[in-house]
């Protein structure tokens, strides 16, 4: 599986961006898909993921609300909409696919090449 995220850019707070992360590969709807974040100087960090069937999401505590993962299988692709953005959620942000959601980065085979994200006060 290969993964190709896009959809990063600036913001303004309070506003909102859709990433998008596009998959090759006819195994596409048999993997959990995550998106996680990597700030300057930070370990990178979960934000959300979502069950092969879309069926089930998770979110980190920082997001939820404000963020919602989603999948189209007919598309190979992966969303997230990131509404009510703020400074702290500037990062890059990388796609990820694995046969398991978890929480863990380790746990995900996949990774997509990151897109920025910055959101500035």
């Known amino acids: 599986v290969q993964l190709q995220a896009s959809g990063g850019g600036l913001v303004q707070a309070g506003g909102s961006l859709r990433l998008s992360c596009a998959a090759s590969?006819?195994?596409?709807?048999?993997?959990?898909m995550g998106w996680f974040r990597q700030a300057p100087g930070k370990e990178r960090e979960f934000v959300a993921a979502?069950?092969?069937?879309?069926?089930?999401?998770y979110y980190a505590a920082s997001v939820k609300g404000r963020f919602t993962i989603s999948r189209d299988n007919a598309k190979n692709t992966v969303y997230l909409q990131m509404n009510s953005l703020k400074p702290e959620d500037t990062g890059v942000y990388y796609c990820?696919?694995?046969?398991?959601?978890?929480?863990?980065?380790?746990?995900?085979?996949?990774w997509g090449q990151g897109t920025q994200v910055t959101v500035s006060s």
């Open positions: 990820s696919a694995g046969r398991e959601i978890t929480v863990v980065a380790d746990s995900y085979e996949y």
């Open positions: 979502v069950s092969w069937s879309g069926s089930s999401t």
């Open positions: 590969g006819r195994t596409f709807s048999t993997y959990g």
